[in-house]
């Protein structure tokens, strides 16, 4: 009987161009059972004998670190038992079913080769898809194999093949250790930070208020610059500026060798003695060959800062875009420390396929012909080479930000093979009594590599009159030119992926995914040139941290957890060493900053307004019967002065008072929210937003989930059908959406448009025999829409023919003003609300009708 052995990729557009590869084009294709991935099958020969393959993936890591159910409750777990209460790995995807895919995959495998990405990342991922796998095929030290490669190509691929090795199980903890971590300090101080500063403020436009132990630096090497720029104090000084006049009559401005001077008294006695004088005398003439040395071999950190500086990209969206560019087989792998090609790297091969393109071919053809320079040696980490070309393409193959990275990737390999760019510079230096002066230019004599790096080209050539030495020139002015010292300019996005590289902060994978997070999260804003202006919230907070406990906005805190983690990947410490350690020293620090909280709290009170002084008045508290204050900064919200009570409320909609009506249960006025006449909306009471009064009612739900059996707001009053797509959720009529009338999923974003214009819609207490809920419609005469004229009519909106042109259903949008996606056609299943109240009969078979109703 054949073996058969799995292959997993990291992701679905990787797992097809390798078993292209492998299988020289004859692989066959199928879905697997969570239609995301593939799947690849070939026979091929491994290891003396013909196995079958399957080639599949996963979409990025199959597992995710959470803790377990109860301490997810904000409320009721006080943040410091985070950092010892029980985690568990949790499906990072659920709707991916990703662990029992591989597992029925993997049954009846003999051999299981990984080909995830070759960084700690990958090792981690490696172990997740093991797990996956082990009750479906005996994993045993001979079976399993990791394959390492740096680029998608045909030679690279059948190289890694050929030399499989094992996955590094030492890494692989090291993230999982980073992971836990991360995720226990972070939401430790997150959630004490958000619920007492959210409780507290009204217009900290923040739906989060984080911490970090690397987003956190980040966010503090803005707030420095920030602060250097706001106690910058201008100070003046003087520059003696003395122009000459050539033999020829041409006159040339010298730069004074003292270059400036504080003290204008000081400065003004330099020129008094100048003046004395009416003619310079030249000292000395000296030309000097000089280089501006090729660039070194492109790594991850330079390609990110370059993405930012020159081409305008921010950090995170250039590697998406490098990672795309690099499943596709155009780039080597562009996650690398790397700036040293290895002796064995095929330069020559590389460079030959770009040399017939049409935007730098002719350059290539020249180095070729000339010889290739060997690039400059860099620094060799240890992990990938340094990020390269892999395949010529064109500009038509690629969109806009792709071919522009893809453009300046291919152009930095060939700028690391060619020529030095030489000039010739020559410096005069003048005599004017006692004071030294001089004038400098450059002359070009071989572009070199900037011929392609065109940015980096001289723009003229600076040329300095034939002077001689011992030559008299007249003076014809000598000035003193007042100036300022400028303050820093806020840091760029380059300048502070080196600031983060430079301290530790982050790895050349996370380092983007931390500045987008400080960006994302209103700490700072991007300005013009891509530099990072903190806001009044990102500067608060680090000067909070400061005030409290200074390390936990320092970069040495984190560079040293990283040297630990380090030692972990190395195999020179216990994870659970390393953990324990690491986590007791937070801890520690955590409760002192609790302790420790007006500190921080004091600076917030001088920034942002209390709660009971923003908002308007909106609807009343059940409680006080007195009206609470609606506060639409995120993340929006109730709250009542009086009880000191906040209600968090659903975000990115529009809030109003529901028709003044009261919930039955607690007296609460009603609310309703929506996203638009294209998106959402719901009633629902604030008090049981935030607090469920049914066990089957999540928080968070309005009142088209509540299952109060005879509020006339309810999921019981207003429930039509089971959902046409998702499992568990029901389609409800929202009473206030009139005369847009729609029934909206209470799970997933499925609306369906009904009976527009109509006076009034309502839930009929009779059941169709499908198992919805029959609709009553009521049209006012002049604008009835209804067949014959008919002014009121009951039915069923999936199976009544009258109803057919009356019924449309969406993708529900998120916001207002948005264009919302095109619906897919409806699946076949149970109309009925799953048991709950009326309506449980099992339907007929309405997919004809269906079909036609919501194509």
């Known amino acids: ?18 078993a292209n590869i492998l299988s020289n084009g004859r692989s066959t294709n199928r879905k697997g059972i969570n239609n995301a991935c593939s799947i690849h099958e070939w026979n091929m020969q491994f290891k003396g004998e013909s196995v079958h393959f399957l080639m599949t993936s996963v979409c990025g890591h199959v597992m995710s670190l959470d803790f377990v159910g109860k301490f997810n409750n904000w409320d009721r777990v006080d943040p410091a038992e985070l950092f010892h209460c029980p985690t568990e790995k949790k499906e990072a995807v659920a709707k991916l079913k990703m662990p029992s895919f591989l597992a029925k995959e993997a049954k009846g495998c003999d051999y299981l080769v990984l080909w995830l990405d070759c960084d700690k990342e990958g090792e981690n991922i490696c172990f997740e898809v093991i797990d996956a796998v082990r009750e479906s095929m005996r994993i045993t030290d001979h079976n399993v194999f990791r394959a390492h490669f740096s680029a998608i190509t045909e030679k690279d691929i059948k190289a890694a093949m050929n030399n499989l ?8 903890k090291s993230v999982d250790a980073r992971q836990e971590l991360d995720l226990r300090i972070g939401c430790a101080f997150t959630r004490f930070q958000t619920r007492f500063f959210q409780g507290k403020y009204g217009d900290l436009d923040a739906s989060l208020i984080s911490y970090g132990p690397c987003q956190t630096p980040t966010l503090g090497f803005c707030v420095q610059r920030h602060d250097e720029i706001q106690t910058f104090k201008p100070e003046p000084y003087w520059v003696l500026q003395v122009t000459v006049q050539t033999s020829e009559g041409k006159e040339v401005v010298l730069d004074w060798e003292r270059v400036r001077c504080f003290e204008k008294e000081i400065a003004t006695m330099f020129l008094m003695q100048v003046k004395e004088f009416k003619e310079a005398k030249v000292t000395s003439v000296s030309m000097k060959e000089k280089a501006k040395v090729r660039p070194l071999a492109l790594n991850t950190v330079e390609l990110m800062r370059v993405a930012s500086s020159g081409l305008g990209m921010g950090p995170h969206h250039a590697m998406q875009i490098a990672e795309r560019l690099y499943t596709q087989g155009y780039i080597s792998y562009p996650r690398t420390e790397t700036t040293h090609y290895p002796e064995n790297f095929d330069l020559l091969e590389v460079l030959r396929q770009q040399q017939h393109s049409s935007d730098w071919g002719e350059e290539v053809r020249e180095v070729l012909s000339s010889g290739i320079n060997r690039p400059k040696k860099g620094h060799d980490a240890g992990d990938h080479p340094p990020i390269t070309p892999m395949r010529t393409a064109s500009r038509s193959e690629l969109d806009g930000d ?4 893809y453009d300046y990737i291919t152009r930095h390999f060939i700028a690391t093979v060619s020529r030095d760019c030489t000039y010739l510079s020559t410096t005069a230096k003048f005599e004017i009594g006692k004071e030294v002066f001089k004038c400098t230019g450059k002359t070009l004599l071989d572009p070199g590599y900037t011929i392609v790096m065109h940015w980096q080209s001289f723009s003229k050539n600076e040329t300095v009159p034939p002077f001689s030495d011992g030559e ?39 380092i ?28 608060v907070l680090v000067h909070g941290y400061q005030k409290i406990d200074p390390e936990l906005v320092l970069p040495t805190m984190r560079s040293a957890l990283e040297e630990q983690l380090n030692l972990i990947a190395h195999g020179q410490a216990s994870m659970h060493a390393v953990l324990q350690h690491s986590l007791e020293i937070f801890k520690q620090k955590f409760l002192y900053f609790v302790k420790n909280i007006e500190g921080m709290d004091q600076l917030f009170e001088v920034s942002f307004s209390p709660l009971a002084m923003l908002g308007k008045a909106l609807s009343r508290c059940g409680k006080c019967r007195r009206y609470m204050k609606y506060v639409q900064a995120k993340p929006a919200r109730l709250h009542c002065s009086h009880c000191d009570e906040t209600y968090s409320l659903p975000q990115n909609g529009v809030v109003r008072i529901y028709k003044e009506l009261k919930c039955p249960l607690d007296d609460f006025e009603l609310l309703s ?18 607090h469920p009064p049914f066990r089957d009612m999540k928080k968070g739900s309005g009142c088209n989930a509540c299952t109060h059996p005879s509020c006339p707001h309810s999921l019981n009053s207003n429930g039509v059908s089971s959902c046409v797509e998702c499992d568990g959720g029901v389609l409800v009529l929202d009473p206030a959406s009139g005369p847009k009338w729609k029934l909206s999923c209470n799970r997933c974003d499925v609306i369906i448009h009904i009976f527009d214009d109509a006076h009034k819609v309502a839930v009929d207490d009779g059941t169709c025999e499908c198992g919805a809920q029959l609709i009553c419609v009521n049209y006012k005469e002049e604008r009835t829409k209804l067949p014959n004229e008919a002014t009121e009519l ?32 409806a699946r076949g299943r149970g109309r009925g ?17 269906l079909a036609a109703y919501f194509v």
């Open 1 to 18: 009987m054949m073996k058969r052995a799995l292959m997993v990729a990291e992701k679905p557009s990787l797992a097809a161009s390798l």
């Open 165 to 172: 090795g094992k996955p590094n199980e030492n890494e692989a």
């Open 402 to 405: 792709a071919w522009r990275l």
């Open 472 to 510: 008299i020139v007249n003076i014809q002015e000598a000035k003193l030119q007042e100036c300022q010292t400028c303050p820093p300019d806020y840091l760029t996005e380059s300048e502070l992926i080196t600031l983060m590289e430079k301290h530790g902060i982050g790895t050349d994978a996370s």
């Open 512 to 539: 983007p995914v931390h500045i987008n997070n400080i960006c994302q999260r209103n700490y700072v804003a991007v300005g013009s040139g891509r530099r990072l202006v903190p806001t009044s919230l990102g500067i």
């Open 673 to 690: 929210w929506s996203a638009g006449n294209k998106g959402k909306s719901y009633p629902l009471c604030p008090y049981c937003y935030n």
């Open 794 to 825: 009951t039915g069923c909106v999936f199976c009544s023919p009258d109803f057919a042109n009356l019924v449309e259903k969406h993708r529900a949008i998120n916001r207002p003003n948005r264009m919302a996606p095109g619906g897919r056609a």
């Open 833 to 849: 609300r799953g048991g709950k109240g009326r309506g449980k009969g099992k339907p007929k078979d309405k997919m004809a009708q």
